[in-house]
């Protein structure tokens, strides 16, 4: 059952008693490094030690895109995915059962139930269209469970393979 966190008070109510964990903060103000670090990058290691300390062991994290190698990200994201990079290594050093997944830019249209996911896909060029949250939530809701997703990061962008299928295959 979903229980939601706020930033600005402790997290351990929201993680009592829980098995497994999905982070996905995001800042509203893409322009705003200092909500961005707030949020994205303080939050997500504030979160990750408090599920060491309430010894919640399973960790889902909705990364970006590109995070595998910051270094080549466009020059105007670049900071921000520097510091998505940063808190997805602080995740493997935890020791918790993680999963990281890096996805494309993320839209409010309708679910598709359609994605291509794969260890590491290539930056795409032009307008491929953004990925549904509601596929996006479907594809972090599955990863918990799922033991051949322990310990491993994957990127997943829009495609044509329904969500339990380009999953499996990773």
């Given amino acids: 059952e979903p229980v939601f966190g706020d930033f600005t008070k402790p997290l351990g109510y929201t993680l009592q008693g829980c098995r497994g964990a999905v982070f996905v903060a995001g800042a509203r103000d893409r322009a705003n490094m200092s909500e961005i670090e707030m949020v994205e990058h303080t939050g997500a290691f504030t979160f990750v030690e408090t599920c060491r300390r309430l010894t919640v062991r399973r ?36 020791k918790l059962d993680f999963t990281i997944v890096r996805a494309t830019a993320l839209g409010d249209g309708p679910a598709t139930g359609l994605i ?12 491929i269209g953004d990925l549904s949250r ?8 599955l990863a918990v469970d799922d033991r051949n997703l322990f310990d491993r990061s994957f990127d997943i962008m829009p495609g044509d393979t329904p969500i339990a299928e380009a999953m499996g295959r990773l």
């Fill in 116 to 127: 291509k996911a794969a260890p590491v896909l290539p930056m795409p060029e032009g307008d």
């Fill in 59 to 94: 960790l889902v994290m909705l990364s970006v895109q590109g995070a595998h190698d910051p270094e080549s990200a466009p020059e105007q994201t670049r900071d921000w995915v520097r510091l998505k990079a940063d808190t997805d290594q602080f995740i493997r050093e935890n």
């Fill in 134 to 141: 509601q596929d996006v939530a479907k594809v972090l809701a």
